[in-house]
């Protein structure tokens, strides 16, 4: 199966994670996706996270699906050969410092005019416009930009920030791949030209801040750090089981509430004025908080969430990431995936989602060493090209 996007060139120019995911997503579709890196140590991201043998296992996840090759834009040769790859791209990516491509004479403007079709993806810290465009940028200081980090944690402690992974940078890069597919549709049925994407890494999301945004614009009120708990639905929240499952729910309407108190042998809290409604319970969480406590402390977390998923009510165990590789439901929608590694043997990656039902995206192999596709590449994209 070739993928909805097999035939789109993807000249991967990026580094790190956000630009190199927007490609990501593009090449488990099927796009051909060269990853291009300088010539040496590459892309930063094969020196960032815990390694195995010496081997970055970060670089390894991000980056599969694709082909690489390792160029110096500094090299007058190597320049011309970036020159005559992006002359046959349908999509360039790059997340340089904005500036950093026209210091080099290479601005969209001069590679548009060797290829007028080509649509390019130019993800930044803060953007191209704008006061700070040419600060640098990273996730945690992207999420503090956008309003994020000041809502995470507890009111009476400071924000904590997102430890785990890049949030933003995923984020953006999922921006980014849903931009460039727009900008190829608009291409390919309408104008016949190609055009710039200016993604920051704050945009997406802040984008999701929809509800926040008009709140303040209209009330002029602003969202605080609640800790575990839900500003505007309850009860939402984690709990422990009897047997120290941590058991999440979100029950954010009232037909739910309902659901979730028959379920719990207590339908008459229904009718209770304290908890009738969400905003009563949200008043009254002091007093439904214990409640529902108690009723999962008597119970095995098997057995609640037996009970309340199958009643309707939106539930989930706390998994981590042992739990999800042992979880029937990550199995059977294939969330989890095993592919052969040049370097690594056979590695577990996540699948590629969304699934679609007719042209479903692969997960191929992951990422290669550098320089790794060089020949292959040349041939297949600049069949004409006298070898140097």
Known sequence: MKGPLAGVRVLDAGQLVA??????????????????????????????????NG?????????????????????????????????????????????????????YEVLAEANPGLVMLRLSGFGQAGPYSRWPGFARTSEAFSGLTALTGYQDQPPVGISAFPLSDYLSGLFGAF????????????????????????????????????????????????????????????????????????VGTDAMAKKLFEVMGRAELSQDPRFATNAARIAHKGELGPIVAAWLAVRTGAAALELLGGSGVAVSPLMTMDAIFKDPHYAARENLVTVDDEELGKVVLPGVIPKLSRTPGTVRHAAHAIDADRQD??????PNRRQR
């Open 377 to 382: 590449i040349l041939s297949d994209w600049l």
């Open 179 to 250: 931009a460039i597919l727009a900008a190829l549709r608009e291409r390919d049925k309408a104008s016949g030209k190609g055009q710039v994407i200016d993604l920051a890494l704050h945009d997406g999301l802040f984008r999701m801040m929809e509800n926040l945004c008009i709140t303040y614009d209209q009330l002029q009120l602003l969202s605080q750090r609640t800790g575990g708990a839900h500003e505007q639905a309850f009860p939402v929240g984690i709990w422990p089981s009897q047997d120290g499952v941590q058991i999440s729910l979100a």
């Open 19 to 52: 630009g190199p995911f927007a490609a990501t997503l593009l090449a488990d579709y099927g796009a051909d996706v060269v990853k291009m890196e300088r010539p040496g140590k590459g892309d930063p991201l094969r020196a960032l996270g815990r390694s195995k």
């Open 55 to 107: 081997v970055s296992l970060w670089w390894h996840a991000c980056n599969r699906n694709k082909r690489t090759i390792a160029l110096d834009l500094t090299d007058e040769a190597d320049r011309a050969a970036f020159r005559e790859l992006v002359s046959v791209a349908d999509v360039m990516v790059e997340n340089y410092v904005p500036g950093t491509l026209e210091r080099m004479g290479l601005p």
